[in-house]
C-alpha cells in the first residue's frame, strides 16, 4: 500500500467532535450491550481478520504452486492459471486493507508485499544481474526497494508491460525472479495468519480485560477498527485514485498491467463493509448490530454512502490508467463519494464508538 497522510480524518475524530450526531432513535439508553461488544469483537477478530488472512496465505500457497507448475511447463493454461490466482489473492487482500492494524502493519508486511508502482530500470537491473534470485535476496531487500516486492512485480512478470506476455517470453532469469516473488509472498502471508492465530486474535477478542496492553478498553478496540475502515477510504481517493489523476499519470496507477485497478479500489470499498457487518466467508455480529440498536439513521446512512462509493468505482468503465485521462468525471465523482462516506465515519461512527463503545 503506498500510504497517503489521514490527517484529516484523524483530527476529526480523535477529538471526539460531534458526539451529539449520534442521538439515539428511540429509548435505548438502558439496553444492556455487553455480551454484544464482546462479540462483535470476537467476531472481528475471528470471523474477519483471521479469516481473511486464513484466506490470504492459502491463496498465496495456490499461487506458489501454480508458479512452480508454470515454470516446469510455461503453456497458456499454466500462465492462466497463475493470473487467475493472482486476481483472487489481490481481492482478499485489497478487501483485508479496511482492517490494516495489527500484525499486518506493525511488522510491516503491508510495504513489503503492496508497493507501487514498479520501477522497470531497477527491476531490469536486476533481471540484468548475476544476483542469485531467490527468496532470501528478495526478504533481504531494503525498504528503498519494497516495489521489487510482492503483488507487483508477480503482476509485471505474469502480464508483461502491456498485459499481453506470452509463455515463451518468460526468460529463465524472470522464472527464477517470479519463483522468488511468490516464495516470498506465501511466507509473509503465513507470517500474518500465524501472528492473527497465534495470540492477536485473542487480543482483540478480549479487549477491555486487565492485562490487554493491546487494548486495555473496548473503546479503544473500536476506535482502531473505525479507525482502519476511514483510513482505506482516505487510501483509495487521495492517494491511489488522486495521485495518477492530478498527474494525468498512467504510470502511478496501482494495478496497471493486469488492468486490475478499478476492481481493487472496489475491494477496498467492500472490506468497509465486510468489517462493519462482521463478516468475511462467515456472517457474524459488527458494529452493525451495534449502531442499529441505538440510532438506525446512522446506520442507514452509512450503507447509502458505502452502496454509493462502490456504485461510482463501477461507473468507471475503462481501465483506470485510462478512465483518468477519459472519464475524469466518473473519476471525480467516485473519489468525492468515498470522501463522502470518510466523513461519515470519521465524524459519526467514532463519536458513536467514543459514546456506545465503552
Not at 516446469?72 to 493470473?83: F, H, P
Not at 512478470?157 to 516464495?183: C, F, I, M, V
Not at 477491555?208 to 482505506?232: L, Q, W
Request: aromatic share 8%; net charge negative; proline share 3%.
Amino acid at each position: 500500500m503506498k500510504r497517503t497522510t489521514f490527517v484529516a480524518l484523524a483530527l476529526l475524530a480523535s477529538a471526539g467532535i460531534m458526539v451529539s450526531s449520534c442521538k439515539k432513535n428511540d429509548d435505548s439508553g438502558n439496553t444492556d450491550t455487553t455480551a454484544l461488544k464482546t462479540e462483535i469483537l470476537q467476531d472481528a477478530a475471528n470471523k474477519v481478520c483471521l479469516a481473511s488472512y486464513q484466506d490470504l496465505s492459502s491463496k498465496a500457497d495456490q499461487l506458489l504452486t501454480a508458479v512452480n507448475t508454470l515454470i516446469a511447463t510455461s503453456n497458456d493454461a499454466n500462465l492462466n492459471s497463475c493470473r487467475t490466482l493472482w486476481s483472487s489473492i489481490r481481492e482478499t487482500w485489497e478487501r483485508s486493507e479496511a482492517w490494516l492494524f495489527g500484525p499486518v502493519d506493525v511488522d510491516k508486511i503491508d510495504p513489503r508485499i503492496d508497493t507501487w508502482p514498479v520501477d522497470f530500470n531497477d527491476l531490469n537491473t536486476v533481471l540484468a544481474s548475476s544476483d542469485v534470485l531467490n527468496e532470501a535476496y528478495i526478504d533481504g531487500l531494503d525498504e528503498e526497494h519494497d516495489a521489487l516486492k510482492g503483488f507487483h512485480p508477480i503482476e509485471y512478470l505474469l502480464w508483461g508491460k502491456d498485459g499481453d506476455k506470452t509463455p515463451a517470453e518468460l526468460t529463465g532469469r524472470e522464472k527464477e525472479y517470479l519463483l522468488a516473488l511468490a516464495q516470498n509472498l506465501a511466507k509473509l502471508a503465513g507470517e500474518v495468519k500465524n501472528s492473527w492465530s497465534g495470540g492477536y486474535a485473542a487480543a482483540l477478542s478480549t479487549a477491555g480485560n486487565s492485562g490487554n496492553s493491546d487494548y486495555p478498553t473496548k473503546r479503544v478496540a473500536f476506535e482502531t477498527i473505525v479507525d482502519a475502515m476511514g483510513g482505506i477510504c482516505d487510501e483509495v481517493a487521495n492517494g491511489k485514485m488522486k495521485d495518477p489523476f492530478e498527474a494525468q499519470n498512467p504510470q502511478l496507477e496501482e494495478s496497471p498491467f493486469a488492468q486490475n485497478s478499478i476492481t481493487d479500489f472496489t475491494n477496498n470499498i467492500k472490506g468497509i463493509m465486510d468489517m462493519y457487518q462482521g463478516k468475511f466467508n462467515e456472517d457474524g455480529k459488527g458494529l452493525e448490530d451495534l449502531v442499529r440498536t441505538y440510532n438506525l439513521s446512522l446506520d442507514n446512512d452509512i450503507k447509502t454512502k458505502h452502496g454509493t462509493a462502490v456504485a461510482a468505482l463501477q461507473a468507471i468503465t475503462d481501465p483506470f490508467g485510462k478512465a483518468i485521462l477519459t472519464q475524469q468525471t466518473q473519476v471525480q465523482t467516485a473519489m468525492a463519494k468515498i470522501n463522502e462516506l470518510a466523513e461519515t465515519l470519521a465524524n459519526d461512527l467514532k463519536p458513536f464508538v467514543q459514546q456506545y463503545g465503552q
